[in-house]
């Protein structure tokens, strides 16, 4: 009788350990009939207070942020010469708002619908020649650049993207700064 229960016991042993591991390795699989769950912590009120207060601050840290990209009084004005200075090393100056001036040099098919090359200085010049630091600039959104074109005077409001490469017609590259436009006034035009 004593090797029958030994048996028994043992047989029973592997059919729990055969279904622990089957739910284990099957975790979630409904197809098996197997369902699992999952615990949730409960916060407490204060925990609860301080998670939306977080997430409240959060919310106005980016709007702030937000908003202060279309605020030109948070743009800081740039010389020629700091801006020549900042073309040979536009990844050193990501994220910096400048205001620059320039002339829409091509926007077209090639450049995309959002995207323009530009001659670029830090003062207005008075000549559009005179704007002689090849740029792309990137609208921020469509709408910011919906009124803009080739031959197009500009005051641009942008951030710094870094350095940007791209190729030319003649199977040359090139890389220029790029900057994200946020705000463009149409100042006038070369035509």
Do not use: C
Request: net charge negative; no cysteine; charged share 20%.
């Amino acid at each position: 009788m004593w090797p029958w229960a030994l048996g028994g016991i043992v047989i029973g042993v592997l059919v729990v350990v055969s279904v622990v591991v089957v739910a284990t390795v099957n975790d979630g699989d409904e197809s098996l009939g197997l369902v699992t769950t999952t615990s949730r912590a409960v916060l407490s009120p204060a925990q609860s207070e301080r998670s939306r207060q977080a997430v409240d601050a959060e919310r106005a840290h980016i709007d702030a942020i937000n908003a202060a990209k279309f605020d030109r009084s948070t743009y800081e004005v740039i010389s020629d010469r700091d801006l020549a200075l900042l073309a040979r090393s536009p990844d050193a100056a990501k994220g910096r708002k400048l205001v620059i001036h320039g002339v829409v040099t091509q926007f077209d098919s090639g450049t995309g619908a959002t995207q323009f090359r530009a001659g670029v200085a830090g003062a207005q010049q008075d000549a559009w020649y005179d704007y002689d630091i090849n740029v792309v600039i990137a609208g921020a959104s469509p709408p910011v650049v919906a009124n803009v074109v080739k031959d197009d005077l500009v005051t641009i409001y942008v951030e710094v993207a870094g350095a940007y490469r791209y190729d030319t017609t003649l199977g040359g590259s090139m890389t220029v700064p790029r900057f994200t436009a946020n705000i463009v006034d149409v100042t006038g035009t070369t035509g």
